[in-house]
Nanobody
Framework: QLQLVESGGGLVQAGGSLRLSCAASGTFSSINVMGWYRQAPGKQRELVAWITSGGSTDYADSVKGRFTISRDNAKNTVYLQMNSLKPEDTAVYYC?????????WGQGTRVTVSS
């Protein structure tokens, strides 16, 4: 069973930065895609960024040029570096991992950007 633990959320002023981390532990087969979704109050969950096992990445248009996703395969960890944060980035951020045909979710970490 794979478990995900997220960290790094918090309160930051507009223009600031945060780095989210999501570490996988437990028993699982190889990890394929890793990524992040977010859900703002009253809105649907939105795909923010993802990264494949080969290192290919993609981003939502709203975060391109500001957010960077990366992964450390040795640590089974995915990161989301968020720069130039805006109040509209305020949301609960969820990491996800695809492994063995199953998608696993983190518990969510809250990011609040004040104006």
């Amino acid at each position: 069973q794979l478990q995900l633990v997220e960290s790094g959320g918090g309160l930051v002023q507009a223009g600031g930065s945060l780095r989210l981390s999501c570490a996988a532990s437990g028993t699982f087969s190889s990890i394929n895609v890793m990524g992040w979704y977010r859900q703002a109050p009253g809105k649907q969950r939105e795909l923010v960024a993802w990264i494949t096992s080969g290192g290919s990445t993609d981003y939502a248009d709203s975060v391109k040029g500001r957010f960077t996703i990366s992964r450390d395969n040795a640590k089974n960890t995915v990161y989301l570096q968020m720069n130039s944060l805006k109040p509209e980035d305020t949301a609960v951020y969820y990491c996800y991992i695809g492994s063995g045909g199953t998608v696993y979710w983190g518990q969510g970490t809250r990011v609040t950007v004040s104006s």
